[in-house]
């Protein structure tokens, strides 16, 4: 074993782990494995540490290199678990220098972090879509969140530094990089003239003509300026895709959540969305179980999914974060926050069936990966009648809908 990376959490982990991975190698490490940890749940935290009980056990030799939020949160816990031989905190994962350093601990006070990761082109081996991550911390403080204390304040990566790193992965034959962040929608007011993520996005589709798809990771749906409306509507490179955080149905549950959107502005969004984009796809994460969430406070929830025709959701059951404002709330019992999550994936499936089957009989564009498999513009596990190279964009009419992907016709 050369460096093996096990990544936990979010697009943006799986990004940073393909940067570890080159700087581990360049800095000649073997017999390394890199977990790179998750601390938005307790149970993400529990998966890191079994990973690397496990890894230890069946290999006593191995250096074992803990990252990510939990790491960076609380570094001496995750330093003295077994095989662990170093911990780097978020900001030091991404320099070359700490991987080339003998000390155990190098973990900076992440809120006096300031500069955002320098240019390094991941390598998303096998994989027809890169991430790219444009913006890094948060500024707000929902009160379930213990994320802006792994990645300190909110910062954006320069508009010509996005733009050379998209030239770099275009160039290494990437056809869709997915722009991912903390809070993207905080794109730009620390850069000179504070654009907004609209902005940017424009500028960086107009210097950028020959790539194929643009696509964005979760939006905070208080936060999507005019000109990422202007471009939902009229650029089709830009994915018909959007994944909001909305985290609940209720206004009284968003106001205890610190969230700033409301239940009405949430509906506006996807009303706006589906004018703008017809057929647009429209994801949601939505947390269950948050507490003093009463049943009738749960019942907002569910009816939200209904009369928002909610077909692609990311439920999480509540997880109490150490040091966040929610878990000094009344909690409701595990059992309870997992049944809730269960009937709110369950009031979801309908919709997601209609919206899967109102596909069938329009043409696609599919992007072919690793396993001849795909995903539509829209986001949509995609199979096509023949097998086709990894990296190939095929358009194609859908024939079938099932559960869970589209097929597609290739004449
Ligand atoms: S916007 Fe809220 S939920 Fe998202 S990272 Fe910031 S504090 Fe956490």
């Known amino acids: 074993m050369s460096v093996d990376v096990t990544t936990f959490g979010c697009r943006l982990n799986t ?33 890191a540490r079994q990973a690397i009980r496990r890894a230890h056990r069946q290999n006593p030799e191995a ?5 990510g939020c939990a790491a960076q949160i609380n570094p001496a816990a995750w330093a003295a678990l077994p095989g662990v031989t170093r911990v780097l905190g978020n900001a030091e994962k991404l320099q070359p220098e700490p991987w080339q350093a003998p000390d155990k601990l ?5 809120q006096r972090v300031r500069a ?30 213990i994320i802006p204390f792994g990645r300190g304040p909110s910062r954006s990566v320069p508009m010509g530094e996005i733009a050379a790193r998209c030239r770099a992965l275009l160039e290494a034959g990437y056809r869709e990089i997915v722009l991912t962040g903390v809070d993207l929608t905080s794109y730009g007011p620390d850069l000179p003239g504070a654009p907004t993520l609209g902005q940017m996005l424009r500028r960086l589709l107009a210097a950028l003509p020959g790539l194929p798809r643009l696509r964005l990771s979760s939006l905070d749906p208080h936060e999507i300026d005019a000109d990422l409306w202007h471009l939902l509507e009229n650029e089709p490179r830009l994915m018909p895709h959007l994944h909001l955080s909305l985290q609940s ?27 703008a984009r017809p057929g647009i796809a429209i994801g949601a994460d939505l947390i269950a179980g948050f507490p003093t969430e009463t049943d009738a406070l749960f019942e907002q929830t569910l ?30 019992p595990v059992t309870l926050r997992r049944a809730r999550a269960a009937r709110l994936r369950a009031a979801a499936a309908p919709h997601a069936a209609r919206y899967f ?5 329009a043409t696609r564009s599919v992007l072919v990966e690793a396993d001849g498999s795909g995903h539509t513009e ?22 079938a809908a099932n559960t869970d992907h589209l097929l597609l016709e290739i004449a």
Not at 23 to 47: F, S
Not at 311 to 320: C, E, N, Q
Not at 357 to 361: E, F, I, K, L
Request: positive net charge; proline residues 6%.
């Open 249 to 275: 149905g209720s206004d009284l549950i968003l106001k205890r959540m610190k969230r700033r959107h409301s239940v009405a502005e949430a509906h506006a969004v996807i009303a706006r969305a589906r004018a």
């Open 357 to 361: 089957a109102s596909h069938v009989g």
């Open 303 to 332: 009816a939200f999914i209904d009369q928002a025709e909610l077909p692609l959701l990311h439920v999480f059951p509540y997880s109490a974060r150490p040091g966040t404002p929610a878990a000094r709330m009344p909690q409701l």
């Open 106 to 110: 190098m973990v900076t006070d992440i």
């Open 63 to 67: 250096a074992i290199i803990v990252t």
């Open 116 to 145: 955002t990761a320098p240019h390094l082109v991941a390598n998303f081996a096998g994989r027809s879509r890169a991430f790219l991550e444009v913006q890094q911390g948060c500024d707000h403080r929902c009160t379930f969140c």
């Open 15 to 47: 990004y940073e782990s393909q940067v570890m991975r080159a700087h581990a190698e360049a800095a000649g490490l073997q017999n390394t494995l890199i977990v790179n940890t998750c601390a938005v749940t307790a149970e993400a935290e529990r998966q």
């Open 378 to 399: 829209h986001f949509l596990p995609a199979r096509l009648t023949r097998p086709l190279p990894p990296g190939h964009i095929q358009t194609a009419r859908v024939i």
